[in-house]
């Protein structure tokens, strides 16, 4: 027997109102119901971050996060940060840097590292660098660390790496 419950979110703006099976992941809700097919389901075990969604500031899982606990949230999918016609910076270094193969990485890559230069502007430490305001610089070690979460197979690390540099050198 499954469980039906109501659930009312923001997404990239909308306010959206589901009426969802309680087991709905977040990921199944974007894609499945409102049809959000950005975010990807590379693993939905939470090993590779294709799914990762900006939910009030901060990137998540979404595969590993029920709908239904998001009630009144905030989310951020890659759809919302920019158009085809108007990129947002960090897509159009992940472009400039040749950032992708096949792009099935692509918009997980980019939601956590949109979230992970707003991390560091905040003070957020990671394992690299336990004290950030001491850190003159954001070092490739810093983002290296906090994108591990993000599997790209094609293994477009380094330009990846660059695109995230650059703008985390151009916001510095
Ligand atoms: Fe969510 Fe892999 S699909 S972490
Ligand atoms: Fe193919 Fe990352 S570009 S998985």
Redesign the pocket.
Known sequence: ASAMSKVSFSVNGEVRDLELDTRTTLLDALREHLHLTGTKKGCDHGQCGACTVIVDGRRINACLSLAVMHEGDAITTVEGLGSPENLHPMQAAFIKHDG???????PG?ICSSVAVLEEIKAGIPSHVTADLTAASQVTPEEIRERMSGNI???G?YSNILDAITEVAERQA
């Open positions: 992708f193969q096949c792009g099935y990485c692509t890559q790209c197979r094609c477009a």
